[in-house]
Each structure stands twice: as structure tokens, then as C-alpha cells.
């Protein structure tokens, strides 16, 4: 059996995988530097996320030749969780590498969702949306799955390798109009003349896709752990999108009419940061800024917003904490709340508080994880 994949928890998958199958199984996964595992016949590659880098190319295309010349006989093991995409990245035939790490980045920063991020990806990839599935001929693929997608679709988790891409190339059009995205002139020409689905041809019938571990799952683990406390937790949703800031002022006006104490508020999914300063964070801490200018110094609300992969955005902390007295020690420290989220640098305003979360490495991703303490 050939074990391949990429993403953050890539390498704690192959290393789950190698306790049941032993030495039956060879392969190659590709995940983020600091998130490898000690395996035996799987081999851990790390690479740059979330823009691609050569060491993601050359290991995905070391993945490419192992799936050369299969049979219907054979059997493939796909493991995919969050950051596979830039993680496993291979252009389109045309596209230039240095083009494709610009559009990687000018979407990240854009503040599309990660629905349409993907979207885009697929048809910029060799190895998106199918196209890896079609690689490996008539050969099986057993595809497993961390979900840190809103709505757990696998075919948007590491942009869908081994899952059909069923989007009109006019959707990609689309997208980068939305956003204002410039366009490198090999991906133009791409666009220009590709229209075909290059996963087309593969028997996809024969494939079995499973969502193993998804935000919901984090979600009702928490659940459980605050109403044996004494605290009585609602779910919000395992969901939710928008802009971060704009939703933490909604999260905070949500906590504030709460009458039934303690109460924990709890909810996941991915928000977006549209950045049009140069500072520094991610959605979980510009989510708590603006959380925490909306709350106001409220007495009896707490809050805690992390990235479950131990990274928020591109930076050394998976979150960061919200107390009553966050914009009291503060304004003492000679920080102003408005002007840090103005720049988008929310990192740079916890920071000297000592409020982020820094986990290091937690080699999973299911997603951002969201608590507002209501006491």
C-alpha cells in the first residue's frame, strides 16, 4: 500500500498509519516545518506554508513518481488535512513556480474565504482537484481527512487532490475579479486557454473519501469538559465566516444581553483578514481586538481565540487571551487598541501584554477554535 499526503497533521496521520499496517505500507507525506513525526517507512518531508516553497515542490513531485504506473490493483492511501494546499503544490503546465507562490500570497492577504482561495488553487495545480487522483491511473485511493474547512467538504480540504473539481472555470474568474487579484502573465495565459477538468478521466466511483475529525468535534469535546465545571456551554457553529474583527463586535454584543451565568459561548471555523496595513497577527487575535474594543472593559466577560494548528495566520502563536481589564493594562502600557487593529497588528498589541497563546506545533488543524466566558 502507498501511503502519501500533505498537509499540518500529515506526519501524526502517517505515524497513526504505520501502528496498523507496520512495514506493509511505503510513502511520503509533506507537512509544515516543526510538524513532522517519527516514522519508520513513511518518509516525513517539511516544507513552507502558506506560501509554497521549493521544498514542497520538489517532495510533491517526488509523490507524483511514486504513483506512476499503477494498476487497478494497487491501492493508495491519501492523507489530507489543512495546508495541504501550499504545502503539495505543483503549477499547471505553464505556470511559472515564482507565480504561483505571488498568487498564493495575494490570496491569502486578500480576504477571500478559504472556499474561494481553493477554488482558485484547483485550476492553477497539477495536483488539485482531482488531478492527483488522475495521476495515479486505475489505482484505488482511500482518501482520510482533517477537516479545518466551514461545512467539512473534503473536496475544499488541501484543495481536493484526489476529489473531482467541479468548478466552471468562469468561478475562478470570478473570485480574482472580486478581490482585485493582479494576475502574474503565466497564469493569465493559463486562464486564457485552460477550461478541461484534468481529473476527468479517472474512475473516481472506485475511490472512498471520509472526513475523520472536524471542528464540531472540538466544539462538543469542550462542550462537555465546561458543563462538567458547572458551566453551561452553547455552540454557536462550527462555521462560522467573516470578517474577524466585525465578528468578535457581534460576539461581543451576544455576551453582553446574556442573563443565564456562567455561560460559555463556543464556536468555530474560519474568519477572514482583509489586510490593508503591514502589521502582524491573524484572524483568532484581530477576532479578539475587536472583541475586546466592543466589550468595553466588561467586568464578567473572558475570552480565548486559538488556532487549533498551533499557528494563527503566519505568526509564532496559535491565539491569545481576553480579560476584563485587557484595554486598562493597555492603555497603561502606552497601547492604542484602535490604532493596532487599524494597522492590523493585533499580535503587536497582545503581545506586550502577555496575552497570546502559544502552543508550538500541535500537528492538527481542525480549524479556529473560540471561547467567550460569560461569568
Known amino acids: 500500500m502507498i501511503v502519501v499526503g500533505a498537509g499540518k497533521a ?35 518531508v517539511e516544507a513552507a506554508h502558506p506560501v509554497p516553497d521549493q521544498a514542497g515542490l520538489d517532495a510533491a513531485r517526488r509523490i507524483l513518481k511514486m504513483v506512476e504506473n499503477l494498476s ?34 495575494a490570496l491569502v492577504l486578500s480576504g477571500a474565504n478559504i472556499s ?58 470570478g473570485i480574482l475579479e472580486k478581490y482585485r487579484i493582479a494576475l502574474p502573465e503565466s497564469v493569465r495565459k493559463h486562464l486564457a486557454s485552460d477550461a478541461r477538468n484534468l481529473g476527468a478521466d479517472h474512475d473516481f466511483s472506485r475511490d472512498c473519501v471520509e472526513v475523520i475529525s472536524r471542528a464540531a468535534d472540538a466544539l462538543q469535546a469542550a462542550a462537555i469538559r465546561a458543563e462538567a465545571n458547572g458551566i453551561e456551554a452553547e455552540i454557536l457553529g462550527d462555521a462560522l ?36 496595513a503591514k502589521g502582524r497577527g491573524g484572524p483568532n487575535t484581530e477576532f479578539l481586538l475587536g ?52 494597522a492590523n497588528d493585533a499580535y503587536g498589541f497582545f503581545k506586550p501584554l502577555g496575552d497570546l497563546v502559544i502552543t508550538g506545533p500541535t500537528c492538527t488543524n481542525v480549524n479556529d477554535f473560540r471561547a467567550v466566558l460569560v461569568t
Open 116 to 173: 474561494e482561495i481553493n477554488t482558485v488553487r484547483k485550476r492553477m495545480s497539477a495536483v488539485k482537484g482531482g488531478r492527483f487522483a488522475a495521476a495515479c491511473g486505475p489505482a484505488r485511493i482511500h482518501t482520510l481527512v482533517i477537516s479545518d474547512v466551514p461545512g467539512d467538504d473534503p473536496a475544499t480540504v488541501a484543495s481536493g487532490p484526489t476529489i473531482r473539481d467541479t468548478n466552471p472555470p468562469e468561478a475562478v474568474l
Open 10 to 44: 500529515a506526519a501524526a496521520m502517517a505515524a497513526a498509519v504505520e501502528i496498523h499496517y507496520g512495514d506493509e505500507i511505503e510513502g511520503l507525506v509533506i507537512t509544515r516545518y516543526g510538524y513532522g513525526a517519527a516514522t519508520k517507512w513513511i518518509e516525513v
Open 241 to 276: 465566516e467573516g470578517e474577524a474583527r466585525e465578528v468578535g463586535a457581534a460576539m461581543a454584543k451576544r455576551a453582553r444581553t446574556l442573563t443565564q451565568r456562567p455561560r460559555v459561548l463556543l464556536s468555530g471555523g474560519e474568519l477572514t483578514v482583509t489586510v490593508k
Open 291 to 342: 472583541l475586546a474594543l466592543a466589550l468595553d472593559g466588561n467586568p464578567n466577560i473572558y475570552a480565548l481565540s486559538c488556532d487549533t494548528d498551533g499557528i494563527d495566520g503566519s505568526e509564532d502563536n496559535a491565539g491569545a487571551i481576553v480579560t476584563p481589564d485587557t484595554l486598562v493594562r493597555a492603555k497603561a502600557a502606552g497601547l492604542d487598541a484602535v490604532q493596532y487593529l487599524t
Open 72 to 105: 487497478a490493483d494497487d491501492f493508495v492511501l491519501f492523507l489530507a488535512s489543512g495546508g495541504g494546499s501550499a504545502l503539495m503544490s505543483v503549477p499547471a503546465p505553464g505556470i511559472d513556480f515564482t507565480d504561483k507562490q505571488a498568487l498564493h500570497k
